[in-house]
Structures are given as C-alpha cells and as structure tokens.
C-alpha cells in the first residue's frame, strides 16, 4: 500500500467514487489541482491498488437479469482444500454476482441473478449443488433491494 492517504487523496477517491466518467480536468477542479499531479495521483492510486478498475453500473432487470436469489451454502468439510476448491468452482459461474464465506451456522452467501424462477432452479440443480463439497444448501427469493453499495465514497473516510 506505500504511504498513507492524505486528504487530495481521498477526495480523489470519494470524487471517482461517485462517478469514474470524470475527466482527468474535472477530477482535478474538483479537488483542487492541477491536471498533472492529479493525474499522477491517480495513477499512483491505481498502482497501489486502492483503486480496482472502473466500470459500467447495468440495469439487469432491463437486460433481462431480475431475478435475484439470495444462497446459503454449507459444505461437507471446510478444510483449506475444500474451500479452495469452491472458491474456485464458483467463479465459473456467470450467474453468481457475488460469493462471500461466512464465519457461522453456514459457509457461504451467494447472491445470484437470473432471468426468473425456472432460470434459478437450473442454475441451482445443475450448478451450485455440484459445486465441490457443497452439502446444503438454503435460497431466499429477493423481493425488494432496499440499499445496494453502487457508490462507496462512503467507505473513503
């Protein structure tokens, strides 16, 4: 990580954050430099990896991906050669947005996005239930998302 962030910095952070299409002329008027060295900055940034990429927030309910399904997964064993089997069984999975291991009564919480109920039940049956080790698993349909962490200037301090 290097040094430590100071406020330009963060501001950089907060500033991208919110919107990743600003140019390197509106970032820096924002933050109150030059274009130059905060330009540098956020290459410096990108390098020590505080920042991960830039991207595109999609509608999936527009490109047909609605239907979200929320996934507790329990494992036979849990063993480091178990887990790193999962771990990389499932990211061969398109429709798992995200995957995160659980420190209690279960191993896993995935969230998963298909087109709709029947698309689920064979992403489930033919995909997450043949992941290596997986011996429960527990599906919740999502109603509603009542808060997603689209911007995470939040998070910068």
Aim: proline share 2%; aromatic share 4%.
């Amino acid at each position: 990580m290097g040094r430590d962030l100071d406020k330009i910095d963060r501001s950089i952070l907060r500033a991208l954050s919110e919107n990743g299409r600003l140019s390197i002329v509106e970032l820096a008027q924002r933050v109150n430099l030059t274009n130059t060295p905060c330009s540098e900055r956020v290459r410096r940034l990108e390098k020590s990896g505080h920042i991960r990429g830039y991207a595109a927030l999609l509608d999936l309910e527009q490109l047909g991906h609605g239907h979200l399904t929320v996934v507790q997964v329990s494992l036979s064993a849990t063993g480091d050669g178990s887990l790193n089997a999962f771990n990389r069984a499932v990211k061969n999975i398109p429709e798992i947005e995200s995957c995160v291991m659980i420190a209690g009564s279960f191993d896993y919480l995935l969230t998963v996005r298909t087109r709709d109920m029947g698309h689920f039940r064979s992403v489930l049956g033919d995909k997450i239930n043949l992941l290596p080790g997986v011996l429960q698993t527990n599906s919740f349909a999502v109603m509603e998302v009542v808060k997603e962490a689209l911007d995470q200037s939040a998070f910068v301090g």
